[in-house]
């Protein structure tokens, strides 16, 4: 099970962390991702981290950003957002899978239930 946490209203300019706490497993083999979907429109890949070397990749639309990162002993990922816009509203999840590698998995096998994120003044 993975649980999202750490959402809310913050102001255009202001920052949020959110985390995505695991349960059940632990999160050492797995690739991490953050994804997220605003209303009327598709869901889109944020960032991720993978299992091997905690290589991480971005959206460009959040480069410079948004940070992720992961602390196994707390079984727990991170997304650090920075600067955040108007157009960053929307409801973000993680997802786990078990992705021996330095790259990132196209599909993923566990998601958690979101935690919404709100830009505006």
Known sequence: ??????????????SLRLSCAASG????????????????KEREG????????????YAN????RFTISRDNAKNTVYLQ????KPEDTALYYCAADY??????????TYWG?????????
Do not use: H, K
Not at 61 to 64: C, L, N, P, T
Not at 113 to 121: A, K, L
């Open 1 to 14: 099970q993975l649980v999202e946490s750490g959402g809310g209203l913050v102001q255009p300019g202001g």
């Open 25 to 40: 497993f632990t999160l050492d083999y797995y690739a991490i991702g953050w994804f997220r979907q605003a209303p009327g």
């Open 46 to 57: 944020v960032a991720c981290i993978s299992s091997d070397d905690g290589s991480t990749y």
């Open 61 to 64: 639309s959040v480069v410079g």
């Open 81 to 84: 957002m920075n600067s955040l």
């Open 99 to 108: 992705f021996v590698s330095s790259r990132c998995p196209r599909e993923y």
């Open 113 to 121: 239930q979101g935690t919404q994120v709100t830009v505006s003044s």
